[in-house]
């Protein structure tokens, strides 16, 4: 005698919905979608439908733990006759968890399919990637044909499949399960062109061009992607269109040098501005700020300003000001003149020519 209990792994006390729930995860685990070609997992699934068919049914579950079968008076014996209560078991499936499986009645045609993505390179200023901008592109995307409508067809040039009578599904037994496969000479379409649309050559799409505004946010950057939903290819079948991607690429400028929220730039100082300090206007994304030079600043040195870079979601980056100090190449008479009593006030000898590596050779005597 089986033991239906034992077999869905519930105690005999078990409520209604505690079966159905247990009978739910069973089913799930050894159905033959997820067990193709499985026979250990077919034997399985029928011995779980066997036992809920019994268990689920309060008259035939009083019966079953009265007497451990149930007769043949309510069409069941203790073999279970497993072929003559399949339809009633796949209706008990499709209640419990037939947004899993999928609905097991006919579906006509194939489902409804979202279009292609499409994606697209857009190359945008500096400028216009920090202030964000407004940008006219143009995108080549499939548009369903206008003359048939997205069939393919010439007027007149289709008719129902005759392998699968309109169905896109065809079914067959294979023991005591009902297989459905999609029909293999239409396609899932349910339909066969007969002659095809001269305006598409029987794809059911063209392709046009289409003008977008695209808006480019504040603070966008080199690499970023838009995605903009439904400016893609046209769905299959009533599904929704696709969606368009937008590649995102900044020129970079001729002196700002971003990083994140952040700005670099190099400015050029004099020596004297370097040796005596100075007080100089530099350039910022936002417009002319002023940094202090400080006495005895030397090349290479770097300042911050607050708050005068990129602005990202409301908040603003730095700008980091590095100083490069220019030495001139050509020097007046009276420059010269000063900067040799520069020297001879500091104590330098202009016209001693021992070379560094001497004076590093001297140093590890």
């Avoid at 700020?289 to 005068?308: C, M, R, W, Y």
């Avoid at 100083?323 to 006030?345: G, N, W």
């Amino acid at each position: 005698m089986k033991d239906y209990y034992d077999i869905l792994g519930v105690s005999k006390d078990a409520r209604g919905d505690e079966i159905k729930k247990r009978f739910r995860e069973l089913a799930i685990k050894y159905h033959p979608d997820r067990n193709p070609d499985n026979k250990e997992a077919e034997e399985k699934f029928k011995e779980i439908n066997e036992a809920y068919s019994v268990l689920s049914d309060p008259k035939k579950r009083a019966q079953y733990d009265q007497f451990g079968v149930v007769d043949g008076s309510d069409g069941y014996s203790s073999e279970y006759d497993f072929a003559d209560t399949f339809s009633d078991i796949f209706s008990n499936l499709s209640s419990v968890f037939g947004d899993i499986f999928g609905d097991y009645s006919y579906r006509r045609g194939p489902r409804p399919e979202k279009g292609d993505d499409i994606g697209m390179n857009l190359t945008i200023d500096f400028k216009e990637a920090v202030f964000g901008a407004k940008k006219e592109i143009k995108v080549k995307r499939r548009k369903t044909c206008p003359k048939c409508g997205g069939t393919g067809a010439d007027k007149n040039g289709i008719e129902t499949c005759s392998y699968c009578r309109g169905r896109g599904e065809i079914s067959y037994s294979q023991g005591f399960f009902s297989v459905r496969k999609t029909c293999p000479k239409c396609g899932g379409k349910g339909v066969i062109i007969t002659k095809k649309c001269t305006n598409c050559g029987g794809t059911g799409y063209i392709y046009e061009e289409e003008q977008l505004i695209v808006n480019i946010e504040q603070g966008i950057d080199n690499g970023d992607v838009l995605r903009i939903t439904g400016k893609g290819n046209p769905g299959k079948n009533g599904g929704p269109d696709g969606d368009l991607y937008i590649y995102i690429h900044v020129k970079e400028h001729e002196f700002f040098k971003r990083k994140g929220r952040d700005i670099n730039i190099e400015i050029p100082i004099s020596i004297t501005q370097a040796t005596l300090g100075a007080v100089i206007k530099v350039p910022t994304i936002w417009g002319e700020s002023e940094i202090t030079i400080p006495p005895g600043t030397q090349n290479g040195d770097a300042f911050v300003l607050k708050h005068k870079g990129v602005e990202l979601n409301g908040v603003r980056g730095k700008q980091t000001v590095k100083v490069k100090v220019v030495i001139p190449k050509q020097l007046t008479k009276r420059q010269r003149e000063l900067l040799e009593e520069l020297a001879k006030e500091s104590g330098e000898d202009l016209s001693y020519k021992e070379s560094i590596l001497d004076k590093f050779k001297s140093m590890f005597k």
